[in-house]
């Protein structure tokens, strides 16, 4: 889809900021992007969190025609949501991209020079 002829989507519904202050979005490097045996969608990201590692499962597979591009890059995720099994993996996060829902081709929300893996942000 071309920018000219893009049309975005209607705002949500107001929420307070307590609701928003609930959500812990942290920046963390992408070790590792592997495929998900017999799904046409899901790769496993190993996400560096600083303190900890995690594992993000990213319906992603179709997105990208080489999918380890993203191995070593910082990128946005939301980390308090409660773990979700998938295709036999635990999801431990969510990864948080731009465009997917508007119908454009995706891109990494990462930040604009790198920031230790942990940092909060908003």
Known sequence: MDSENFKPAPLKPLMSFADLDRIDVRVGTILSVEDIAGSDKLLKLTVDFG???????AGMKRERERPREIEG?????????EPKKMMGEVSEGMLFDIGFAD?????????ERPVPNGTRAG
Not at 73 to 81: D, Y
Not at 103 to 111: H, I, N
């Open 51 to 57: 303190d900890h590692r995690r594992s993000i499962l």
């Open 73 to 81: 890059q910082q990128a946005l995720f939301v980390i308090n949501l």
């Open 103 to 111: 119908g454009v081709t995706p891109a990494l929300a990462v930040p």
